[in-house]
Protein backbone atom coordinates (compact mmCIF):
# COMPACT_ATOMS: atom_id res chain seq x y z
CA UNK A 1 0.00 0.00 0.00
CA UNK A 2 1.57 3.40 -0.93
CA UNK A 3 0.30 6.25 1.48
CA UNK A 4 0.85 9.89 0.22
CA UNK A 5 -0.83 13.50 0.94
CA UNK A 6 -3.75 11.47 2.61
CA UNK A 7 -4.25 9.34 -0.35
CA UNK A 8 -4.05 5.49 0.15
CA UNK A 9 -3.84 3.22 -2.60
CA UNK A 10 -3.54 -0.47 -3.17
CA UNK A 11 -2.48 -2.78 -6.24
CA UNK A 12 -5.43 -5.39 -6.84
CA UNK A 13 -4.77 -9.00 -7.60
CA UNK A 14 -8.08 -8.85 -9.69
CA UNK A 15 -8.69 -7.42 -13.01
CA UNK A 16 -10.71 -4.34 -13.21
CA UNK A 17 -13.87 -5.87 -13.35
CA UNK A 18 -13.77 -7.99 -10.91
CA UNK A 19 -12.23 -5.74 -8.36
CA UNK A 20 -15.22 -2.88 -9.11
CA UNK A 21 -17.30 -5.78 -8.48
CA UNK A 22 -16.01 -6.90 -5.28
CA UNK A 23 -15.90 -3.25 -4.37
CA UNK A 24 -19.80 -3.07 -5.10
CA UNK A 25 -20.34 -6.16 -3.06
CA UNK A 26 -18.53 -5.25 -0.31
CA UNK A 27 -19.33 -1.70 0.22
CA UNK A 28 -23.29 -2.98 0.54
CA UNK A 29 -22.51 -5.87 2.93
CA UNK A 30 -21.19 -3.36 5.20
CA UNK A 31 -24.03 -1.30 5.28
CA UNK A 32 -23.07 1.57 3.33
CA UNK A 33 -25.21 3.32 0.77
CA UNK A 34 -24.01 3.83 -2.97
CA UNK A 35 -24.79 7.06 -3.76
CA UNK A 36 -23.21 7.08 -7.02
CA UNK A 37 -20.46 5.13 -9.26
CA UNK A 38 -19.16 7.85 -11.98
CA UNK A 39 -17.75 6.22 -14.93
CA UNK A 40 -14.43 8.46 -16.24
CA UNK A 41 -13.65 6.85 -18.82
CA UNK A 42 -17.10 6.57 -20.68
CA UNK A 43 -17.09 10.17 -19.72
CA UNK A 44 -14.03 11.08 -21.45
CA UNK A 45 -15.14 8.47 -24.68
CA UNK A 46 -18.46 10.85 -25.06
CA UNK A 47 -15.96 13.61 -25.35
CA UNK A 48 -13.78 11.99 -28.01
CA UNK A 49 -11.21 11.52 -25.31
CA UNK A 50 -8.91 7.90 -24.28
CA UNK A 51 -9.15 7.16 -20.52
CA UNK A 52 -8.50 3.75 -18.91
CA UNK A 53 -10.46 2.26 -16.93
CA UNK A 54 -11.35 4.73 -14.01
CA UNK A 55 -14.88 4.37 -11.96
CA UNK A 56 -15.54 6.23 -8.79
CA UNK A 57 -17.80 5.31 -6.07
CA UNK A 58 -19.45 7.32 -3.84
CA UNK A 59 -20.81 6.00 -0.83
CA UNK A 60 -21.65 6.35 2.73
CA UNK A 61 -24.42 5.61 5.90
CA UNK A 62 -25.58 9.12 7.30
CA UNK A 63 -26.81 7.13 10.37
CA UNK A 64 -23.26 6.48 11.40
CA UNK A 65 -20.83 8.18 9.31
CA UNK A 66 -20.29 11.32 7.80
CA UNK A 67 -22.89 13.17 9.88
CA UNK A 68 -21.52 13.57 12.69
CA UNK A 69 -17.75 14.79 11.52
CA UNK A 70 -20.36 17.31 9.61
CA UNK A 71 -22.51 18.19 13.09
CA UNK A 72 -18.65 19.00 14.40
CA UNK A 73 -16.90 20.82 11.36
CA UNK A 74 -19.60 21.03 8.21
CA UNK A 75 -17.17 22.21 6.08
CA UNK A 76 -15.73 18.04 5.76
CA UNK A 77 -18.81 17.86 3.58
CA UNK A 78 -16.24 18.79 0.76
CA UNK A 79 -14.81 15.51 1.27
CA UNK A 80 -17.98 13.38 2.07
CA UNK A 81 -19.84 11.38 1.10
CA UNK A 82 -16.76 9.01 1.18
CA UNK A 83 -14.98 8.16 -2.01
CA UNK A 84 -13.05 4.80 -3.45
CA UNK A 85 -11.57 5.12 -6.80
CA UNK A 86 -10.77 1.73 -8.61
CA UNK A 87 -8.58 2.38 -11.84
CA UNK A 88 -6.37 0.53 -14.21
CA UNK A 89 -2.72 2.19 -15.44
CA UNK A 90 -1.26 1.22 -18.64
CA UNK A 91 0.15 -1.57 -17.45
CA UNK A 92 -3.46 -3.07 -17.00
CA UNK A 93 -2.66 -3.13 -13.18
CA UNK A 94 -5.60 -2.39 -10.91
CA UNK A 95 -5.63 -0.29 -7.93
CA UNK A 96 -7.50 0.80 -5.26
CA UNK A 97 -6.85 4.27 -4.13
CA UNK A 98 -9.49 6.30 -0.81
CA UNK A 99 -8.77 8.93 1.41
CA UNK A 100 -7.36 8.49 4.52
CA UNK A 101 -9.42 9.98 7.27
CA UNK A 102 -6.55 10.27 9.50
CA UNK A 103 -5.15 13.06 7.36
CA UNK A 104 -9.05 14.05 6.85
CA UNK A 105 -9.20 14.48 10.43
CA UNK A 106 -6.37 16.47 10.52
CA UNK A 107 -7.11 18.31 7.51
CA UNK A 108 -10.92 19.76 8.96
CA UNK A 109 -9.32 19.97 12.37
CA UNK A 110 -11.73 17.17 14.40
CA UNK A 111 -11.78 17.22 17.99
CA UNK A 112 -11.62 14.13 19.58
CA UNK A 113 -15.37 13.87 20.22
CA UNK A 114 -15.46 11.85 16.90
CA UNK A 115 -12.39 9.84 16.90
CA UNK A 116 -14.73 6.72 16.72
CA UNK A 117 -16.18 7.46 13.71
CA UNK A 118 -12.64 8.34 11.68
CA UNK A 119 -11.59 5.05 13.28
CA UNK A 120 -14.89 3.02 12.18
CA UNK A 121 -14.23 4.88 8.45
CA UNK A 122 -10.51 4.54 8.67
CA UNK A 123 -10.47 0.75 9.00
CA UNK A 124 -14.24 0.04 7.95
CA UNK A 125 -12.57 1.41 4.02
CA UNK A 126 -9.10 0.62 4.60
CA UNK A 127 -10.52 -3.40 5.11
CA UNK A 128 -13.07 -3.21 2.11
CA UNK A 129 -10.26 -1.91 -0.20
CA UNK A 130 -7.67 -4.69 1.16
CA UNK A 131 -10.60 -7.23 0.76
CA UNK A 132 -11.43 -6.12 -2.47
CA UNK A 133 -7.91 -5.82 -3.87
CA UNK A 134 -7.14 -9.50 -2.67
CA UNK A 135 -4.25 -8.07 -0.18
Not at 4 to 20: A, D, H, K, V, W
Amino acid sequence: MSKENGILTLNSQYSFQETTSRVKALLKENGFHIFGIIDHAKSAERHDRKLNPTLLFIFGNPKTGGTGLMQENQVIAIDLPAKLLVWEDHQKQTHITTNDFEWLNKRHRLSGKNRDIIQKLKTGIADIARIASGN
